[in-house]
């Protein structure tokens, strides 16, 4: 479930990255958005690891 959701976000931000290039209306925002979703992909598996690998209550 989660290399979907990685995968997505992933793909949509290197998308939005792109498409930042030839958007007409804030263009910077657009590329931002797609820096954080990058971001976020990274940070989905990183997090996902660190949840398995503690013990509960640590």
Known sequence: MLIVLYSILLIGGMW????????????????????LCLAAAVAVPVAAQRM?????GH
């Open 52 to 56: 398995d690998s503690d013990p509960p």
């Open 16 to 35: 939005l990255v792109g498409e930042s290039f030839n958007s007409p209306i804030l263009p910077g925002l657009v590329f931002i958005a797609g820096v």
